[in-house]
């Protein structure tokens, strides 16, 4: 029964590897290129499971800005706890310490 | 059966490797073919693909269909998605959805099935939403006026985040046309990426009311 479940539990462990979108991602890569030369992917923010714990006005405007690069999101500034930092301080939300949690983009199904 | 006996190989470890080898065929097929249909950044989908596409309902998001037609736009919300990534195949299943099979925020607030909260402040008080609808007739005739409900956009956003910047609050001062939202100013700095797409027309453009009517409703 146990080796039957070998073939599954591989998938499950290779699949997660693939990127998915889901309603109102935004891909946040104003520092693409100095991301890329530490390698690390683009964040993507997932809008949606945001919204279903919060209004939109819980974040904006007041946290952010609604126009793309308005907010010049660092991580020096998440950890002074501006923008994601105000949640994500390990009180409220979790820490920033866990970098493929939001550095998600799957650099090789990045457009071109 | 009978032809793994032949082969000569025991049955479970034959199944349990063919099955292996197959899954894994069609994973990285299906990754390599991701890969193939970004990098080449073709409108052109293959027939194939179109016919599987077209054949199934919008609501069934197979993890199989994780390469999407860059030409549709019709299911445009979401920079994931224009580039190019197939909807995640369990994401928000349990959630209502539209003609596009898309998640109906406002039917899902309206179902209760989530209780968004307004601050990050547990302790702030919760915003009553501002109930004024604005007709707007049509500048063509071609197609009914549009409608925009006050009440539903306050109950998720804050005023300041469209006054003013987006829209002065004043009658006929807003230079609404569909060209200017479809390059994603006035309402389109929301429809179709973080809202509902362009081209469910008949959610704002309904026809029972007045064109130039102004309701102001109960606060």
């Not at chain 1, 146990?2 to 935004?26: A, C, F, N, R």
């Not at chain 1, 308005?70 to 866990?98: Q, R, V």
């Not at chain 2, 109950?155 to 060209?179: R, V």
């Amino acid at each position: 029964m146990k080796k039957q479940l070998i073939t599954p539990i591989l998938m499950l462990l290779v699949l997660p590897s693939m990127s998915y979108s889901e309603y109102g991602d935004v891909v946040l890569d104003r520092y693409k290129e100095i991301m890329a030369e530490v390698g690390l992917p683009p964040v993507v923010f997932p809008h949606w499971s945001h919204r279903i714990q919060f209004k939109c006005k819980a974040c904006h405007e007041s946290i952010f800005v609604m126009e793309k690069g308005a907010s010049d999101i660092t991580m020096s500034a998440i950890i002074d706890g501006e923008f994601c930092g105000k949640c994500h301080n390990g009180k409220i939300a979790w820490d920033p310490l866990y970098c493929d949690r939001c550095h998600s983009l799957d650099v090789l199904n990045e457009k071109q | 059966m009978n032809s793994m006996k032949l082969l000569g190989f025991g049955n479970l470890v034959a199944r349990r490797c063919i099955y292996g080898v197959l899954l894994l065929v069609l994973y990285y097929g299906s990754h390599q073919l991701v890969l193939a249909q970004v990098s080449t950044n073709e409108a052109s989908v293959s027939k194939d693909q179109q016919a599987s596409r077209s054949d199934q309902p919008p609501e069934s998001r197979m993890a199989s269909e994780n390469v999407v037609d860059p030409a549709d736009t019709s299911e445009y919300v979401g920079e994931m998605y224009q580039i190019g990534l197939g909807w995640h195949p369990a994401g928000l299943g349990e959630l209502p959805t539209d003609k596009f099979g898309l998640v109906d925020w406002v039917a899902t607030l309206d179902k209760e099935l989530i209780h968004p909260r307004d601050s990050i402040d547990n302790k702030a008080a919760e915003a009553v939403p501002f109930d004024l609808d604005i007709n707007m007739p049509s500048k063509t005739g071609m197609i009914e006026g549009a409608h925009f409900p006050h009440k539903v956009h306050t109950t998720w956003m804050a005023c300041e985040s469209c006054h003013i910047k987006i829209f002065i609050p004043l009658t006929g001062s807003n230079d609404l046309n569909m060209s200017r939202i479809v390059a994603g100013k006035a309402c389109g700095v929301c429809h179709g990426k973080v809202a509902f797409p362009l081209n469910d027309c008949a959610r704002c453009h309904v026809p029972q009311l007045a064109p130039g009517d102004v309701k102001i409703a109960k606060r």
